[in-house]
């Protein structure tokens, strides 16, 4: 790669069954100063998830860097199925899909459906972008999809214990590095 990416998991959100429309919560708004230590980055773009949480995630951070806030739909969170799926259910799909990347649940997309998808932008954007600091905001699981291509090691672990927000940096040189956490 020849950008520096900040992938940041949008902050706590609101239950709503507008998957789409989903705003952050009082908690999630509370936690974003989180994301001021990106203003002493270089930063030249910034993209966003179309969904609600991912653009009011990094709205304040946008601003601040008077950068605009470019949609792209390929941000979007990988949808599990077209059926609905309960609570109870939840982890062990995703366990299931984690542990079979090319399994996909009715109507859903697999992992490695997932991660081409969001592979196939990122691609797009080292044709755009040079030697560039890019804030992408996106989903939990999907930025952990996509950068299992980078480290095998990222898994269905990794991603239960991202924070929201949560900022995972990739540069130059491929090297997966965790912003928010005080041990990296």
């Given at each position: 790669?020849?950008?520096?990416?900040?992938?940041?998991?949008?902050?706590?959100?609101?239950?709503?069954?507008?998957?789409?429309?989903?705003?952050?919560?009082?908690?999630?708004?509370?936690?974003?100063?989180?994301?001021?230590?990106?203003?002493?980055?270089?930063?030249?773009?910034?993209?966003s998830s179309?969904?609600?949480?991912?653009?009011?995630?990094?709205?304040?951070?946008?601003?601040?860097?008077?950068?605009?806030?470019?949609?792209?739909?390929?941000?979007?969170?990988?949808?599990?199925?077209?059926?609905?799926?309960?609570?109870?259910?939840?982890?062990?799909?995703?366990?299931?899909?984690?542990?079979?990347?090319?399994?996909?649940?009715?109507?859903?997309?697999?992992?490695?459906?997932?991660?081409?998808?969001?592979?196939?932008?990122?691609?797009?954007?080292?044709?755009?972008?040079?030697?560039?600091?890019?804030?992408?905001?996106?989903?939990?699981n999907l930025?952990?999809?996509?950068?299992?291509?980078?480290?095998?090691?990222?898994?269905?672990?990794?991603?239960?214990?991202?924070?929201?927000?949560?900022?995972?940096?990739?540069?130059?040189?491929?090297?997966?590095?965790?912003?928010?956490?005080?041990?990296?």
């Open positions: 790669m020849n950008n520096t990416y900040y992938f940041i998991r949008h902050a706590h959100s609101a239950y709503s069954p507008d998957e789409a429309g989903r705003p952050l919560s009082e908690t999630g708004r509370a936690a974003l100063d989180q994301l001021d230590f990106l203003t002493e980055k270089p930063i030249t773009a910034v993209y179309p969904y609600q949480r991912a653009i009011q995630t990094i709205e304040p951070l946008a601003q601040k860097l008077n950068l605009p806030i470019q949609i792209d739909e390929r941000l979007v969170e990988r949808k599990l199925s077209s059926q609905m799926i309960t609570d109870q259910e939840f982890e062990s799909c995703l366990k299931q899909l984690w542990s079979q990347p090319d399994f996909a649940l009715a109507g859903g997309e697999s992992n490695l459906a997932a991660q081409k998808r969001a592979l196939g932008f990122l691609q797009e954007l080292e044709a755009k972008h040079h030697q560039e600091h890019i804030v992408l905001s996106s989903h939990g930025i952990c999809i996509l950068l299992q291509y980078f480290d095998p090691q990222i898994d269905y672990y990794f991603w239960r214990r991202l924070a929201m927000p949560d900022v995972l940096m990739v540069g130059q040189k491929d090297t997966l590095s965790h912003p928010l956490k005080k041990d990296s």
